[in-house]
């Protein structure tokens, strides 16, 4: 029975510059328990067509951490991936084959190895060849870029998409002090100012309508366009 | 009634301002104030929002999707709001577009014993459904249908079936040392179970397989795939193996299957009219490894002979056609073999027994044994 992954996206900071996710997840019986893999987290800001710009989070703990911080410098559409990478013990493990199509018929073995905190990904077939032996670099090399094992064969990959709006909830909280100060609380909604807050809470709205939907590429393009209507309109 | 598809008119009611939402934000630059379809676009959107916002004031949705009415609310007021929201969102049907699945609040169910419907278990934080076997645990699967707003899960059992794999190298698979085989089949046949077969590997000559092995056939319809190569001159005991794994993660989704060829010295028996006379010319070769063998001596007045690698050490017994050992009437002797006729010709330390006396022997069956 595999597991049921949840990450969930918790409360922004009042600056909006952070906010936090954490993983959910029931781990245990009659699945493996979280820390039978390294969990780590990798996130990026979307574009509308998916372009991924990935973002510094930091993995303290892959057998412990549940929460991560990430920044979040603009709203819109954020994606999480949970990479759960096997742990490394003496074994015989095997690099990526592809045939003559270039397709990828043999996914390499990708391991955390504790001693070291590192990730490492087989470049030919080895038998019990630990980092750290002697000439232990001709077998493996070191994952540097998490982002190039997203979804990658012989590792767990759990994707999240989530909107952030923490910069245009705030906006429209200003324009509603700002429709209150000027006009009093009984007549504010004659105030431009509160037709601009309804009209951003309009497509906030709508944009998490499509985050619901799972439609993230038009959930972006809706923030986009709210964002410039912030400022200009 | 409408209130009987209020799921699906909330719900498509709030994907119609995802859609509406999208339509400002692509035109936003025409936006507030500078276009009149612009306006009607908000207006639009505010109306179905101002609607909706009434229709959930009265109406009560659980943790499970199902719903109440708020106090004083009658199925009438309901049916008005919910046609205001039919006409402000052009919903032709409904229901149309049901929840989707993962976005329902989940339940853990329950089963009673195999073949019977448990009772709905209580309220949970994962939709798991376990089915229990004698083979363990199994997965269950489900489908989603809805019929005149009765959602209804369907499920099916669809237990683990492992793949299956064998690999063969076509004709002889013993050679004598020296003989270089020119060319072999392998073919390397799987049996796609319930899962995706992931990779089939080969310890020796993978890249060659790799480069053939049509992935889409062997996860296609047709079943069994057969996938071969070539290998060419070989001159040494190998051994072909390959390992099938699926995506199930399972132990058994990873079968491993293998052929062998093998290169031995022949064991040399026979008999000769001269002590002197070249074994390997004069013997007849028996292509074996080591261990006991049985043989078969006939000739008039001759000298008989069994002889192997030195190095498989001195025979404790060669019993006769009568059961008894007869090793005392043969002499042993180490001598240098030198094969003839073969691709790669070899010298070899050979241990002989022969007998000391020319004899007779008639089909009589011998026993070599270590």
Known sequence: MALFFELDLKSEQVDCSKAYISDETVYGSPNENRNAKANFLVVSKNDKYGTPSFLLVINTAPLTQLEWEIPTEVDGWYQFNLLRIPIYVDGSYVPEVKNGNGVITQYASVLWHQPTNSIIKAKIASTNVEPGDVNWQASWDVVGDLSTIINYGSITTHIHHDLIDCYLRANYRDLLEEAIEEFGCENCSNSAAFIKADRVDTLLNGANALNWEDKSAQMEEVIVGLTQFVKNA | M????????????????????????????????????????????????????????????????????????????????????????????????????????????????????????????????????????????????????????????????????????????????????????????????????????????NSAFQSILDMGAVNGPTQPQTNSISPTNISATTTYQATLTDDSGKPEGTVVASDTIQFFYPFLYGATDNKTDDPYLFL??????????????????KYFWIGYPASYGEASQLKDQNGFDAIGAFDTFLVNVTSQGLNNNWTLSYRFYRTKLKTINSNAPHTLIF
Do not use: M
């Open chain 2, 284 to 301: 007849t070769k028996l292509i074996q490894g080591a261990g006991t063998k049985s043989i078969i001596f006939n000739g008039l007045n």
């Open chain 2, 2 to 205: 409408l209130n009987e598809n209020i799921e699906s008119i909330v719900s498509q009611s709030y994907s119609k301002i995802g859609e509406l939402s999208l339509l400002i934000a692509r035109n936003i630059d025409k936006g507030y104030g500078k276009s009149a379809k612009q306006e009607e676009l908000w207006n639009r959107v505010k109306r179905i929002r101002k609607i909706l916002k009434a229709v959930l004031d009265h109406v009560v949705f659980d943790d499970n999707g199902n719903y109440s009415y708020s106090l004083h609310t009658t199925d009438k007021t309901l049916n008005i709001l919910l046609k205001c929201l039919v006409q402000l969102t052009d919903i032709q049907d409904y229901p149309v577009a049901p929840l989707l699945f993962h976005k329902l609040k989940p339940r853990n169910y329950t089963f009673n014993a195999p073949g019977e419907t448990g009772p709905p278990g209580p309220p949970g934080n994962d939709a798991t459904v376990f089915v229990t076997n004698d083979t363990g645990e199994q997965e269950l699967s489900f489908r989603e249908e809805v019929i005149a707003g009765v959602r209804t899960f369907l499920g099916s059992f669809n237990p683990y079936v492992a793949p299956q794999l064998s690999v063969n190298l076509s004709g002889d698979k013993v050679y004598e040392v020296g003989v270089v085989v020119g060319s072999k089949t392998l073919s390397v046949t799987s049996t796609k179970g319930k899962n995706t077969i992931l990779s089939i590997v080969l310890n020796t000559l």
